[in-house]
C-alpha cells in the first residue's frame, strides 16, 4: 500500500438522501488505510436524513456553513493581498456575494487542516463548497481538488477561480469534460480524470435470481430519485396511467423526498397521483435508507427513471448492479452508462407514451428482460465500482507528492 493520506472531503449538506455514494467511497478510502476528515457547508433537512448511516456521517462531520464574523474579517485580511479584490471585481456581483459568504468557512477550514495537518482536500462538488477550498488554499492551506457532478451552470458564479487553483480534478462522463473544455479553456488544471459515480457492487447484489413478471401477475416497477420535477417521476405515473387503461396491469413504488422535506414538489406529485386516480396503484415512500432501497430493488420486475436532465445517474447503477433490467432516458450523460439494447433500455425524456410502450416491451418480453439484467450488473462490476473513485484520488494525491521528473 501507498504511505497513508490524510485527506479532507467535502460534500455539501451532508448526509443528503443521495450521498450513499459518498459514504461508500470514504469507507473504501479508509479501507485502504488512509486518515479521512469530512467536512460539509451545513446538515440536509431533518426529512432528508434517511440512512442507517446518516447519525455516525453527521457525528463526524465538521459543519462550516455558519458565518463567523471574526474569522471572516481574518480571512478577508489574509485574501486581500492575494488579489481576491481584482478577483471580486471580474467576476462580478454573484461571485462577490458568495465569497462573503464563505471567507468566515474558508478560515475554519484552514484551522482544522493545519491542526490535522491534513496535506490534501478533495471537493465533490464545483458550488460554494469549491470556493471554500479554493480561499482556504490562497489563504496558505493545503492543496485541493474537486469533482464536477453536473453541468457548470449548476454550480455558480467563479468558476474560473475555482478550477484556476485546484491541482486537479475528476470528472463523471466525457460530456462534462467537454463541457468544461470549452466553457473554461485556459483555467483547467493541468491533470483532468475521468472517473464516474460508482456502487458498491459487492453488497448492491442479488441473493435468488432475478425473476421476469409472469402472465396473471402486476408488473411491479421502482424508481428511485429526488422528487423534483426534473426527474420525471410524474412522466411515469402517466405512463402507468397508460398502461392500465391498455390492460397492463403495473404497481410502482417511487423513493426519494423534495429538497423541503415534503413540502415542495411532492405535493405536486400527490396530486397528480390522485388526478390519474393512482392510488392503488403508485406509492410515494419518502426517503428511505439504502437497505430498504435495495430490498425494493431485488424485489421488483424493473427500475425506472425518466430523468429530463441526469448527469450519470448513480440510481441507474444501483439497479443494474441488482440486476434487474433498467429503463433510463437519453438525456445527459445516461448513455455512457447504459447502451440501450445492451446493458438497459433507453427512452427520449418527457415521453410518457414511449415510456409506457418501452415497460410493455419489457413485460411481454421475460427473456430480453434477463439478458438485460445480467448485462447490466456485468457492466456495473467492470467500470462502476465506488472503489475506483477512492482508488482514483488516492493514485492522483499520491502523483502530486512525486518529484516532478525534469525530462
Avoid at 42 to 69: E, K, M
Avoid at 160 to 174: D, L, M, P, V
Avoid at 198 to 216: A, N, Q
Wanted: aromatic share 6%; proline share 5%.
Amino acid at each position: 500500500m501507498s504511505h497513508p493520506l490524510s485527506i479532507g472531503y467535502i460534500v455539501p449538506q451532508f448526509p443528503g438522501q443521495t450521498h450513499i455514494f459518498f459514504w461508500r467511497e470514504l469507507q473504501a478510502l479508509e479501507a485502504m488505510g488512509h486518515r479521512v476528515s469530512i467536512f460539509s457547508t451545513r446538515p440536509p433537512p431533518p426529512g432528508l436524513i434517511a440512512h442507517a448511516w446518516s447519525d455516525d456521517a453527521i457525528a463526524r462531520t465538521v459543519y462550516l456553513g455558519q458565518i463567523r464574523t471574526l474569522a471572516a474579517f481574518r480571512a478577508l485580511a489574509g485574501l486581500l493581498s492575494k488579489g481576491l479584490l481584482g478577483d471580486m471585481l471580474r467576476e462580478g456581483h454573484g461571485f462577490s456575494k458568495d465569497v462573503l459568504i464563505t471567507l468566515s468557512a474558508a478560515w475554519i477550514l484552514k484551522r482544522h487542516c493545519d491542526q490535522n495537518r491534513l496535506t490534501h482536500v478533495h471537493v465533490h462538488s464545483c458550488g460554494r463548497a469549491a470556493l471554500v477550498a479554493a480561499l482556504c488554499k490562497m489563504l496558505g492551506g493545503p492543496d485541493y481538488s474537486i469533482t464536477l457532478h453536473g453541468p457548470l451552470s449548476d454550480y455558480g458564479p467563479g468558476q474560473r477561480i475555482k478550477w484556476n487553483h485546484a491541482r486537479f480534478a475528476t470528472i463523471i462522463t466525457q460530456k462534462l469534460v467537454d463541457e468544461a473544455q470549452t466553457t473554461l479553456a485556459g483555467h483547467l488544471p493541468d491533470r483532468i480524470v475521468i472517473r464516474p459515480m460508482g456502487v458498491d457492487t459487492d453488497v448492491l447484489k442479488r441473493t435468488s435470481p432475478y425473476r421476469p413478471v409472469e402472465r396473471g401477475e402486476p408488473m411491479r416497477l421502482f424508481s428511485c430519485g429526488r422528487l423534483n420535477v426534473v426527474k420525471g417521476h410524474q412522466d411515469v405515473m402517466r405512463a402507468v396511467r397508460q398502461l392500465l387503461d391498455a390492460g397492463v396491469d403495473v404497481r410502482l413504488d417511487i423513493a426519494g423526498e423534495d429538497d423541503e422535506g415534503g413540502k415542495g414538489y411532492r405535493l405536486e406529485l400527490e396530486t397528480l397521483l390522485k388526478d390519474l386516480h393512482l392510488q392503488d396503484h403508485v406509492r410515494l415512500l419518502g426517503a428511505i435508507d439504502a437497505g430498504t432501497v435495495q430490498e425494493h430493488l431485488l424485489t421488483a420486475h424493473a427500475f425506472v427513471l425518466a430523468s429530463w436532465h441526469e448527469p450519470l445517474g448513480v440510481a441507474y447503477m444501483e439497479a443494474m448492479s441488482c440486476g434487474i433490467p433498467t429503463i433510463g432516458t437519453d438525456a445527459g450523460g445516461v448513455r455512457e452508462l447504459i447502451s440501450d439494447g445492451v446493458t438497459g433500455l433507453l427512452v427520449a425524456p418527457n415521453n410518457p407514451g414511449f415510456l409506457a410502450d418501452t415497460i410493455r416491451r419489457l413485460a411481454n418480453d421475460p427473456e430480453l428482460a434477463m439478458r438485460l439484467g445480467k448485462a447490466g450488473r456485468a457492466h456495473v462490476v467492470a467500470n462502476f465500482r465506488s472503489q475506483l473513485g477512492a482508488e482514483t484520488l488516492v493514485k492522483e494525491i499520491t502523483r502530486l507528492a512525486r518529484p516532478q521528473s525534469t525530462g
